[in-house]
């Protein structure tokens, strides 16, 4: 951290001065780490067209804090990942040995742990406030050591796309000839949807759980609005998230606004101009 605290130094801005304001500093490399996440991710949610599905794995998430909570572990966000990744399992086996369609089964997936959530979190007269930090998020209040594994499954996510990126598609868009060419549809669906349910869990509580499904979907939809092949999709994609972001970032910081809020905004506009561009 300390190369990175250096070259931040040399940006001119007062919290960029070296020795203080570390926390700034954490965020703004979180949200570099963040960013292309979460653009890479939005190109197959809005191809598969699986929107909600991300608001979904967010009430799953916080339903595993509030068992973790309730067991007395010293690490709920533990709980909050096993519990998504068995969320992302089940919806991803129910979805494709079922005739149901997508939007179907996340919303019986969404309302169930929402309300395993709230149940659990009153149970026995408790109160319901002690989880309002996860619905807005604190950018600010990010450790390098949860940066670091956000960093490692950026890695992660990246080599998959490699090594994936087009089985991945025609899975998304075609799932009966993907299975006809010997493609492993079930499990392509299982790996994406498991690394969206680590990446919603873990930036839950940065970025809030009432507008992390913006991450996941508009970035990609403003991309779609203007790139005219697949290279240019994911490339849109990723460089208007990390754009958004960090206007986000820099605007919540001198207002005194969320960044999580303020990042969606921008991101809402983002897709507004794209709107318009492919209509000229």
Not at 146 to 151: N, V
Request: proline share 2%; glycine share 6%; charged share 10%.
């Amino acid at each position: 951290m300390e190369l990175w605290y250096s070259l931040i130094s040399l940006l001119p801005f007062e919290w960029a001065q070296p020795g203080h304001m570390f926390f700034m500093k954490n965020a703004l490399l979180a949200v570099l780490v963040i960013a292309p996440l979460f653009g890479l991710l939005s190109t197959m949610v809005v191809q598969s067209r699986m929107s909600f599905f991300s608001d979904a794995l967010g009430h799953s998430a916080f339903t595993g804090i509030a068992i973790g909570s309730l067991c007395g572990l010293w690490a709920p966000m533990g709980a909050a990942v096993i519990f998504a990744l068995a969320f992302a399992l089940l919806f991803t086996l129910i979805r494709r040995k079922s005739a149901l369609a997508s939007d179907t089964v996340i919303g019986v997936f969404s309302s169930s742990a929402v309300a395993l959530g709230i149940f659990i979190a009153t149970l026995n007269g408790g109160s319901f406030t002690r989880f309002n930090s996860l619905l807005v998020g604190d950018i600010l209040s990010v450790k390098p050591s949860e940066i670091a594994l956000l960093a490692a499954i950026l890695a992660v996510v990246l080599i998959l796309w490699i090594c994936a990126c087009n089985t991945l598609l025609l899975s998304a868009l075609h799932p009966a000839l993907a299975d006809s060419r010997g493609v492993r549809v079930l499990w392509q669906e299982a790996v994406l949807n498991c690394s969206i349910a680590v990446v919603v869990t873990l930036s839950m509580t940065w970025i809030g759980l009432l507008v992390i499904n913006s991450l996941l979907v508009l970035p990609a939809a403003a991309a779609r609005n203007l790139a005219r092949n697949m290279r240019q999709y994911h490339l849109f994609s990723v460089l208007g998230a990390v754009v958004c972001a960090l206007a986000g970032l820099m605007t919540s910081y001198y207002i005194g606004a969320s960044a999580g809020a303020a990042i969606t905004l921008y991101l809402a506009g983002a897709f507004t101009l794209s709107m318009i561009l492919r209509r000229k």
